[in-house]
């Protein structure tokens, strides 16, 4: 699936509060730019920026379970690392934190922290 999320660092590093978040209806297929209608919409509400900020983009920052990196030679590698985060269990194992109310304080995820 392609993302539907778009963050634009707006002068700031990434990830950080001044960043810009945007939902889309639509990927960046050129299918759905060419020929359909899609919206994108802005993410003003502060708790609703952090939860994506600090939930969805960091642990898609963080990953490194599948990566493969791009040397200036143009061939990829893949690195060995001590250790790795997979977004995909991450999220399997901590669900939305959207609409549960109190149980969000039984139920939170653990906090993700972004090393630059």
Request: overall charge positive.
């Amino acid at each position: 699936e392609h993302s539907r999320i778009y963050c634009f660092a707006n002068g700031y590093a990434m990830p950080s509060r001044e960043n810009r978040i945007y939902l889309s209806s639509a990927d960046l297929m050129p299918r759905n730019l060419d020929r359909r209608i899609e919206l994108i919409i802005p993410i003003d509400n502060k708790t609703v920026h952090e939860q994506i900020l600090d939930q969805i983009m960091l642990a898609n920052f963080k990953d490194n379970s599948e990566s493969w990196y791009l040397k200036s030679d143009g061939n990829y590698y893949k690195e060995k690392m001590e250790t790795s985060f997979s977004a995909h269990s991450y999220f399997m194992q901590n669900p939305s934190l959207s609409g549960r109310g109190k149980s969000l304080f039984k139920l939170k995820p653990k906090n993700l922290k972004f090393a630059r």
